[in-house]
């Protein structure tokens, strides 16, 4: 129970609540036996407040794929590994001397059934030959001429080319080597526009749609901070994870970024104007509730005064406060694990809390981890 005069001793958010005293203590005017205690204050100012989900998520290339050979054929040239290729260059080219012996014969049966299906056209045309005959012909052409397709597709297949413009990344194979169709012959990967996948806990998905703001921080570059909007929003919830998947997509010209980098994200969830806001650390709790020491002003100077509160969203190191403070209050943001309602405050900083609460954005930045 909080009683007159007695210290409080509270815990933070988050924090497991301690042993606290009752009721809130009304300042005596008169009282010269107020100890002088030094804290840090803040002066509300409405600021604007962003409610984020932090989440972790890796990089994925947009376009990654493994390359396999689709005829068979001995490798005459590859491509060594870290090459760039534009999309339809040449990744590998395959021997093609039989391939292309295949294809000009086909080229000559179909040029030889077409002739003699044109000839005996005429004469069907005449009623010279007999309709069985006529039809034979035909037959002969259109087996020809799918012959020839399969003889063309062949030596277009004995070179093995880039669906996109890339890089190699892995080589499977070596020049002077048999390869069979579907033998995987080398990894492509274009990192010039990525992706970033992350799993959303299952609560979440009313709220995070395609579109939404994300901040996206990577580890592996100093901090760098990048941002972005959700690109894809998955419907299925996974059963082992209970997350649904997101994914944000972003240019990389530089290709800095790079596949399987772990980065730290924020997903916006909602944004709010004109709210009350102050530090998480300025928070008190015991057993009856919440509070926060404000500043009262009693001829001239400045005591501790003990409020409830009722705080509403929370993000970071800042929480929104729902009823209990109001634009211009003094609160108490240093020094409360030792101050007592009623003790008289010797102010050692005072500022606004948009400052504190910018440099608590900041501060908040996951370089590092969440």
Excluded: H, W
Aim: negative net charge.
């Amino acid at each position: 129970m909080l009683n007159k005069g007695k210290k409080i001793i509270l815990g933070m958010i988050l924090m497991s609540s301690l042993i606290a005293c009752n009721d809130e203590v009304q300042i005596d005017e008169n009282n010269n036996n107020a100890r002088l205690m030094p804290v840090e204050t803040v002066t509300i100012v409405s600021d604007s407040f962003d409610d984020f989900i932090r989440l972790t998520g890796v990089v994925e290339a947009l376009e990654d794929a493994t390359i396999s050979a689709e005829t068979p054929g001995r490798i005459l040239s590859i491509r060594e590994r870290g090459d760039r290729v534009q999309r339809g260059n040449p990744i590998a080219q395959l021997d093609d001397r039989m391939i292309r012996a295949q294809f000009e014969a086909a080229k000559t049966g179909f040029e030889l059934a077409e002739d003699t299906f044109n000839r005996l056209e005429a004469l069907y045309a005449d009623s010279i030959i007999s309709t069985q005959d006529f039809r034979s012909a035909r037959a002969q052409r259109d087996q020809a001429s799918a012959q020839l397709t399969q003889a063309e597709k062949q030596l277009r297949d004995s070179r093995i080319e880039a669906p996109f413009s890339g890089r190699i990344e892995e080589r499977m194979v070596r020049t002077g080597e048999l390869v069979n169709p579907g033998q995987p012959v080398v990894r492509l990967v274009n990192t010039g526009r990525v992706k970033i996948v992350a799993g959303i806990p299952e609560r979440y998905s009313g709220e995070i749609t395609e579109g939404t703001d994300v901040l996206i921080y990577f580890r592996s570059l100093g901090g760098e901070t990048r941002p972005g909007n959700v690109s894809y929003a998955g419907n299925v919830i996974d059963p082992d994870t209970r997350t649904f998947t997101v994914e944000v997509e972003l240019q990389n010209p530089g290709e800095q970024i790079k596949p399987d980098m772990v980065v730290d994200l924020q997903v916006k969830r909602s944004s709010l104007e004109d709210a009350i806001i102050v530090p998480r650390t300025a928070i008190l709790r015991d057993e009856e509730g919440v509070f926060i020491f404000r500043a009262k002003v009693q001829n001239g100077d400045k005591f501790a005064e003990l409020i409830p509160i009722r705080t509403g969203l929370a993000s970071g190191s800042l929480v929104q406060i729902l009823d209990g403070l109001s634009e211009g209050d003094e609160i108490v943001v240093s020094g409360m694990r030792t101050l007592s309602a009623g003790d008289q405050l010797n102010i050692l900083q005072n500022e606004s809390s948009l400052e504190r609460a910018n440099r608590l954005r900041e501060a908040d930045r996951p370089v590092i981890t969440f």
